[in-house]
C-alpha cells in the first residue's frame, strides 16, 4: 500500500515535468510465483505440479553451455483459449505503474528455448514455436495502441523480424555491438531505421568506456575513433553518446555510467552470472555541469528536444 502511494507520488511528479517513465516487463515468471500456484493451467507442468520444461538461452557469446533459466513455460495453447486474458491483465497493470513499457526478451514470442527442467545446462534445449504476432493482435483489440519497446536482441531471424514489423514496436539497437573492426554491422547507426531505440549499451553490456578500454581489439578501436570522427581529447564514452544521439533512431537512451564516463567498475549486470550484479549506485553530486552541458549540446544539436523546450 505505502508503496504504491509514493510511486504515484514520484510518478505524478515526473510526468508533471515531461519526464516518461519506462518500465521493464520480464517475459516470464518465477517457479514460486503466486500465478504456478493460482493459475497453474497457465504453464507446462506435470501432475505434481513441478515444470516439465522451462525457460533459458542456447549457448552464445555470453555463455558456452548457455544460460538455465529455470522459469516455467507458459501454455500458450490454453492462455489463447481465453484470449491471453493474464497477459491482458498483466499489461494494463504494468502501464499504471509505467508509461512506456520494455519487453524482456521480445524474440521468445516468436519462439523460444525450452530446456528440460533440471537439465545441468541449457546446452539441450530446444527451439518452440510461441504465440507470434497473434498474442498482440489480441491485446490490441482488447487495450489498443500500446507504447511498447521490443527488447528483440539475441538470435535475430527473420520469423522475428515479421513478428515485430508487424507489431509495429520499435526494437532495439545497440552501438556497443556494432564495432568488429572490419564487417558492416546492423547496429552501427548508418544502418538504423527511425522506429528503433539506440542504445550505447544496455544492463547487459560493460559500460562504453569499459567495453573500449578493456574488450575492444586495436581494430574495434580504431574503427570506433574513424566512425565517429572521434576528437583529440574526447572521452571515448562521449563519442558514443554522440553517435546514437546523431543517429535517425527515434528514441536514444543514455545510460548514466556512460554520461558520467565510468569504467566497468559500474556495470550494471554480467548475463549468466549470479551475484554482485544490480549493485552501482550513482553518488550525490556525481552529475557536474559538464555533464549537463554535454547532455544538453547533443540534445540540442540532434534536435532530440520536444519543441518548444530549452
Known amino acids: 500500500y505505502f508503496f504504491f502511494k509514493q510511486w504515484e507520488k514520484l510518478k505524478d511528479y515526473a510526468n508533471d515535468h515531461g519526464i516518461l517513465i519506462i518500465g521493464d516487463l520480464p517475459i516470464y515468471v518465477s517457479r514460486d510465483s503466486v500465478e504456478m500456484w493460482a493459475q497453474p493451467e497457465l504453464f507446462k507442468i506435470d501432475e505434481e505440479g513441478n515444470p516439465i520444461t522451462v525457460a533459458g538461452t542456447p549457448p552464445d ?19 489463447k483459449k481465453n484470449h491471453y486474458a493474464w ?8 502501464f499504471e505503474l509505467y508509461d512506456v513499457l520494455r ?5 521468445g514470442f516468436e519462439a523460444y528455448w525450452e530446456v528440460p527442467f533440471g537439465a545441468p ?17 489480441e491485446l490490441k483489440r482488447q487495450l489498443g495502441e500500446l507504447p511498447i519497446i521490443a527488447e528483440d536482441l539475441g538470435l535475430m531471424t527473420q520469423e522475428l523480424i ?23 554491422a546492423g547496429d552501427l547507426p548508418h544502418n538504423y531505421k527511425p522506429n528503433t531505440v539506440a542504445y550505447v ?12 578500454e578493456n574488450t575492444a581489439t586495436p581494430r574495434e578501436r580504431e574503427q570506433v575513433d574513424l566512425y565517429l570522427h572521434r576528437a583529440e581529447g ?47 549506485r550513482m553518488q550525490r553530486g556525481a552529475i557536474t555541469r559538464h555533464t549537463e552541458d554535454y547532455l544538453r549540446t547533443i540534445t540540442e544539436t540532434y534536435f ?7
Not at 519487453?103 to 524474440?107: A, K, N, S, W
Request: net charge neutral; proline share 4%.
Open 201 to 212: 549499451g544496455t544492463h547487459d553490456n560493460q559500460t562504453g568506456r569499459g567495453w573500449y
Open 103 to 107: 519487453i524482456d526478451h521480445f524474440r
Open 87 to 94: 497477459w491482458a491483465w498483466r499489461i494494463r497493470l504494468s
Open 61 to 79: 557469446h555470453f555463455s558456452s553451455t548457455g544460460q538455465y533459466w529455470g522459469n516455467p513455460i507458459y501454455n500458450w495453447e490454453n492462455m
Open 162 to 184: 515479421d513478428m515485430r514489423e508487424k507489431t509495429g514496436f520499435p526494437g532495439m539497437k545497440v552501438l556497443q555491438c556494432g564495432f568488429n573492426g572490419e564487417r558492416d
Open 234 to 280: 574526447e572521452p571515448v564514452s562521449e563519442a558514443l553518446g554522440r553517435g546514437i544521439a546523431a543517429s535517425v533512431s527515434n528514441t536514444c537512451i543514455h545510460t548514466m555510467q556512460d554520461l558520467l564516463g565510468l569504467g566497468d567498475e559500474s556495470r550494471m549486470n554480467t548475463p549468466a552470472t549470479l551475484g554482485g550484479n544490480w549493485c552501482w
Open 121 to 137: 545446462d541449457a546446452r539441450g534445449g530446444a527451439w518452440t514455436k510461441g504465440p507470434d504476432v497473434d498474442l498482440f493482435n
Open 304 to 310: 532530440r528536444a520536444p519543441k518548444g523546450d530549452k
